[in-house]
């Protein structure tokens, strides 16, 4: 994946901004949930009831890969839970949270973010990377099977490392050259 094949990433703080103005409960969390987990839109339509522990604060997210099931298990934060309790029927025990299709997530992810679902995902990765979260987390988080794979976000983080790189050149005593 080069940076040129996605096309629109969005920032932690763009994202934020737009997922405020999401008035209906379910669709703001389930963007919500979408940036927290870093999951694909697929995982997310898929959480259950009883994939959540409130206990624990974590949800089971389960992926349907080409050799089987895999299962990952990722903490949730106490206001994303809290979001998240408000929109489950508290009747009931078991059964999906999002009653909605990929291509239903797709247009309202359209409509709110101005973005696929995908992306988000991307976005959420790039935020991650750039903000120093160590890429094995990142990794673990999206359910990535391999590093390399994961390794990809580096590459979105060149202007990072471009000012990262002048920082150390300006530390280099008597870099002025005689030449």
Not at 23 to 46: C, K, P, Q, Y
Not at 72 to 82: S, V, W
Not at 97 to 121: E, T
Not at 130 to 156: A, S, W
């Amino acid at each position: 994946m080069s940076q040129f094949k996605i096309k629109k990433i969005l920032t932690a703080k763009d994202y934020g901004l737009k997922l405020q103005s999401i008035e209906n409960n379910r669709d703001h969390v389930l963007f919500l949930m979408l940036w927290e987990t870093g999951a694909r839109i697929s995982e997310i339509l898929n959480i259950r009831i009883e994939h959540v522990n409130v206990e624990n604060r974590t949800i089971n997210i389960y992926s349907l890969k080409k050799k089987g099931e895999s299962i990952r298990i990722l903490p949730i934060d106490r206001e994303t839970l809290r979001k998240l309790s408000m929109i489950i029927d508290p009747k009931k025990k078991t059964g999906l949270i999002f009653d909605i299709g990929r291509k239903q997530a797709y247009v309202l992810s359209q409509k709110y973010l101005g973005v696929n679902p995908h992306a988000i995902r991307h976005s959420r990765a790039i935020d991650l990377i750039t903000h120093g979260t160590n890429v094995e987390i990142v990794r673990r988080l999206l359910g990535h099977t391999r590093l390399d794979v994961t390794q990809i976000y580096l590459d979105f983080d060149f202007e990072t490392m471009r000012t990262e790189l002048d920082k150390v050149q300006l530390m280099i005593p008597n870099k002025e050259s005689k030449i």
